[in-house]
């Protein structure tokens, strides 16, 4: 009795086995064949503002010093998420992102999704200086 079980469960890892391997080369077949077909680049340029284009995630920290942001312009689709860190060199800064509702303050990561095209400023939104008014950038969306 156990030795027929032994026997059969052989039988069944040997059978996965098999398809396994079977399987592994008909993906590498389907691949293979597929790839000079959906290997035709799809221009992004040709597609402005396609609302179909994949949203994707982009990461921009800042560093803020006295008194300068060192990245003054962030471009992005809609519908894309921007994750804005700030960190904070010299001086006491934070980012605000005005017509969005959104305020990074130094150490913080904040998500923003914008769903609209267009150009929203950001600027340092503590009074730290002379240079504070120079403390500007923009998000450009499209
Ligand atoms: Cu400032």
Do not use: R
Not at 104 to 120: L, P, Q, R, S, Y
């Amino acid at each position: 009795m156990k030795a027929s079980v032994k026997t059969l469960l052989g039988l069944v890892a040997l059978c996965a086995t098999i398809a396994l391997s079977a399987c592994g080369s008909n993906n590498d077949k389907a691949a293979n064949s597929n790839s000079p077909s959906s290997s035709a680049p799809t221009s992004s340029e040709s597609a402005p503002a396609s609302p179909a284009a994949e949203p994707k995630t982009i990461e921009v920290t800042i560093t803020a010093s006295n008194w300068k942001l060192d990245i003054d312009k962030i471009e992005a689709n809609v519908g894309d998420t921007i994750k804005v860190t700030l960190e904070n060199k010299s001086g006491m800064h934070a980012i605000k992102f005005g017509d969005l509702g959104v305020e990074v303050k130094n150490g913080e990561t904040k998500e923003i999704v914008v769903d609209k095209a267009g150009t929203f400023e950001y600027h340092c939104s503590i009074t730290c200086g002379q240079g504070h008014d120079n403390m500007t950038g923009n998000l450009i969306v499209s």
